[in-house]
């Protein structure tokens, strides 16, 4: 039952109290009215007996007047509006008590009854005498029956004032029975108020007190205490049901913070380790930075070989040595800069001429330039490790003449550099590893420190696009040729 | 409720409840009880009988007595005893008033009557429409009345003789003769104050010699009281009274209630209080207190309940066997001043 009340909802809750609340209050009223109603009712019927004698007392009185008329006047009329009155009176008395009681009032109306039975016998013989011209006899019947109106007329007053005495009296205890009745429903109406007032205290209390806790704990949730007790769920009724949903609401943001909070520490560790590597790159660099001393130091040692040669007379050394301190020269001064496709090919030939002393001119070189495209601007150190490649895998292990045929030209925008060997040429395999920026197999060694797939890397950066050098071969045993495109505009006097 | 503010446990609840609940049970109970008093003031019982009783005077203390008396005897018989002239707005006389009782159609009559021939025209009349009539303290003794209840008189007045005698044997009287006055009904043409009469004097009369020389000769007459209306009585007493004190009477006997008490009062007005000496009728409070205060010599208490149930009984055999006796005699008693403490204590009692 009680679970039952508490599963209602708060507009049932409060309908029902204030239909309670009301009903109390109307059945007392009606309770009150009810008694009022009855009392003035019963106050009503007291008059109405007087009202009753004051008709016999009229009827009575045209009895005798009638009589009196008849007796003057003997007409027919009269005499018929004699038997009509007679009976009307007649039926009138038939309504008066016929026993006799304790009562005052009743032994009055017995007599009044018996008397007028006398008086309308005297009134009838009257009335006989004289339709019989007995004058005598009519006359002493007359004064009886006088002497007889004014007994019951006496009687009828008399009992009106009796019945008006006891009716007064009856009255008068009445409407103090009427006060009395009215203090106490007074009193009982005010106290059904303060009872409606308390039961409605106790019962919105019972509404009201899961709100206050919700509201107590909505504060404490709006400070940013989120740390609370999920609230007790009363009832299931409007404020239930919110409770509920704050419950939920509260145990949402807890695990929201929480989410939060393991994602700022994982985060937090990702940075630890960016920075970790930071410094390790920092520390490689730093490492670069100290590896790029010698070349500068086998550069000026080799200048310094070159003077010594020169001073000595050795012509050809002195030669061969400067060659080598211009290669390392570039290797040093150019190795991250941008520069012409000129500097570029005066790179080969150094190279060129440093491979032919070291294989006796095994290597034949041959240059077909557009001149007008030697100021177009590329990355450094791209065709001296392209030459490279080729005399390493085309034409170092080949039986017979080695050539290495280098061309720059134009078409349309763009300045193409072909590196042409007949060596040993390259499977589609080995071309799609180059194009994509796989390093081959022993590639390193005997190089200058600069792969292929560096070499690729770097001029797809530097043109912004894939399409920037085809590989050709047409099999092994049948040479190879590296196509290098370049855009024409970019040109010495831009600053890239 | 934790904070407490509007705690109210569901006992006190209940217990304001409760008490309204018992506050509205006493209401509609009040309300039950009030409705019910309303019905019921006066008894609803059905009589089976019905009488009459017709007094000239029915407002004494006398005749309520009897009244009362009657009505209780006759309440034991299932009939009811109405006091004519009660609860009637005009006065009527006691001849009108058995003509509205036998034009009532009751049962039977109770009357205080006289020996007038409209009396006995009346209880004739009474009689032949089927009323039984008795006759109480003064008789019709013509007419067909079926009894007479009342007291003896010629024993009565042997009573009011012998305390003459004692009262002229107490008191020095320094006249030459004693002279008592007996107050009569000047319109009763009545037999019962002849034989009260008589029976004074024959007491007087026949005292024996050793007291007749001690006093000196007493002369008894009778006094006629007029008692048409309501103030005659005591118009006619002050008359006796304001005389001189030579024409003064000595003794006044008085027959009746009201005699007793006008000549009381009269005495006492007219500062003749031990100049005339009382001997009065009946033993209403007034009376009583008199004989107390040394003023009424002495006084005759008649059985005023005897009196209204032997009325009753009267009628009521009847109308049970058809016959009943002539005549009912009650009984009476002396009250004096040796007595009277007794009487009035009785009376305090009674009344409580």
């Given amino acids: ?107 009055m109306e017995f007599s009044i009854r018996n008397m007028s039975e006398v008086y309308l016998d005297e009134v009838g013989q009257t009335i006989e005498a004289k339709r019989g011209r007995n004058v005598e006899k009519y006359r002493t019947r007359y004064e009886e029956a006088t002497k007889l109106y004014g007994y019951i007329n006496t009687y009828i007053y008399s009992l009106n004032n009796e019945q008006f005495k006891e009716n007064s009296e009856n009255y ?101 380790k960016e920075l970790m590597m930071e410094t390790h790159l920092k520390d490689a660099q730093l490492k670069y930075l100290q590896a790029q001393i010698n070349p500068h130091f086998l550069f000026n040692t080799l200048n310094a070989g070159a003077q010594l040669a020169m001073m000595e007379g050795a012509d050809r050394t002195y030669e061969y040595v400067q060659v080598m301190a211009e290669f390392f020269r570039y290797n040093v001064k150019k190795g991250s800069e941008t520069v012409t496709i000129g500097e570029e090919l005066e790179l080969v030939d150094y ?146 | 409720m934790k904070n407490g503010r509007l705690r109210l446990s569901s006992l006190s609840i209940w217990v304001i409840t409760g008490i309204l609940a018992v506050l509205t049970v006493l209401l509609i109970f009040y309300y039950i009880s009030f409705s019910t008093r309303l019905g019921a003031q006066e008894e609803n019982t059905e009589y089976e009988r019905y009488y009459a009783m017709i007094t000239d005077d029915s407002d004494s203390s006398f005749w309520q007595s009897v009244y009362k008396s009657a009505l209780a005897s006759a309440k034991e018989q299932n009939a009811y005893v109405e006091m004519m002239s009660e609860n009637l707005s005009k006065d009527y006389d006691i001849y009108e008033l058995t003509e509205i009782a036998i034009a009532s159609g009751v049962d039977g009559i109770i009357i205080e009557a006289d020996e007038s021939e409209e009396m006995t025209r009346l209880i004739n009349k009474a009689n032949d429409a089927g009323i039984s009539v008795v006759t109480v303290y003064s008789d019709n003794s013509n007419s067909d009345r079926l009894s007479f209840v009342g007291i003896n008189n010629y024993n009565l007045g042997k009573l009011y003789g012998g305390l003459i005698l004692s009262l002229s044997a107490e008191k020095s009287f320094s006249k030459g003769k004693i002279r008592v006055v007996v107050l009569t009904d000047a319109y009763a043409v009545d037999t019962g104050q002849n034989v009260l009469f008589g029976a004074i004097q024959e007491a007087i009369e026949t005292e024996p010699g050793s007291g007749k020389a001690q006093h000196p000769p007493i002369e008894v007459s009778m006094y006629s009281v007029d008692s048409t209306n309501e103030f005659s009585v005591e118009e006619s007493v002050r008359n006796l009274l304001v005389k001189g004190r030579e024409e003064l009477p000595d003794i006044v006997v008085c027959l009746n209630e ?95």
């Fill in chain 1, 1 to 107: 039952m009680k679970n039952k009340i508490k599963n209602l909802s708060v507009q049932v809750k409060m309908t029902v109290m204030s239909l309670v609340v009301n009903l109390f209050v109307f059945s007392i009223n009606i309770v009150l009215l009810a008694g009022i109603n009855n009392m003035s009712a019963k106050i009503d019927t007291v008059y109405q007996a007087n009202i009753q004698l004051n008709e016999l007392s009229a009827s009575l009185k045209s009895v005798q007047d009638s009589m009196t008329e008849y007796l003057n006047a003997k007409t027919s009329d009269s005499l018929e509006n004699y038997y009509k009155i007679a009976q009307e009176y007649s039926e009138l008395t038939a309504g008066l008590s016929e026993t006799v009681t304790g009562k005052t009032l009743d032994r």
């Fill in chain 2, 258 to 352: 009201i005699d007793t008490t006008s000549t009381y009062q009269e005495v006492v007005d007219y500062n003749e209080v031990g100049l005339v000496n009382i001997l009065g009728y009946y033993d209403s409070e007034t009376i009583l207190k008199g004989i107390d205060r040394n003023v009424i010599y002495a006084t005759v208490s008649v059985d005023t309940d005897q009196m209204g149930q032997f009325s009753i009984d009267a009628l009521s055999e009847y109308f049970e066997y058809g016959y009943t006796s002539q005549y009912f005699t009650t009984d009476i008693s002396l009250i004096n001043k040796r007595n009277v403490t007794e009487y009035m204590e009785d009376r305090e009692e009674d009344e409580e």
């Fill in chain 1, 172 to 272: 008068r205890e009445m409407v103090s029975a009427l006060r009395t009745f009215e203090t106490i429903g007074n009193i009982i109406l005010i106290a059904v108020i303060v009872v409606n007032v308390l039961l409605i205290l106790r019962l919105t209390a019972g509404i009201i007190r899961p709100l206050r806790s919700l509201t107590g704990m909505a504060d404490e949730v709006a400070k940013g205490n989120f740390d609370i007790e999920p609230l007790t769920v009363w009832s299931r009724d409007e404020i239930g049901v919110v409770t509920t949903a704050f419950n939920q609401m509260v145990v949402s943001i807890q695990n929201y913070i929480r989410q939060v909070r393991e994602n700022a520490e994982t985060e937090q560790k990702l940075k630890e």
């Fill in chain 1, 351 to 496: 190279y060129i001429y440093i491979l032919n002393v070291r294989f006796s001119g095994e290597i034949h070189y041959e240059k077909s330039i557009d001149s007008s495209l030697l100021d177009v601007k590329m990355p450094s150190m791209i065709l001296q490790p392209i030459v490279e490649n080729c005399v390493n895998h085309g034409i170092r292990d080949m039986m017979g003449k080695g050539v290495i045929k280098m061309r720059v030209y134009g078409i349309d925008d763009y300045a193409c550099i072909s590196i042409e060997d007949n060596g040993a040429g390259m499977d589609e395999e080995t071309i799609d590893a180059l194009l994509n920026g796989r390093s081959l197999k022993g590639e390193k060694k005997d190089s200058n420190g600069i792969g292929m797939d560096n070499v690729m890397a770097r001029l797809k950066l530097f043109v912004g696009s894939d399409d920037v050098l085809s590989i050709e071969s047409e099999g092994p045993g049948k040479g190879s040729r590296f196509v290098i495109y370049l855009n024409n505009d970019v040109r010495e006097t831009y600053d890239v």
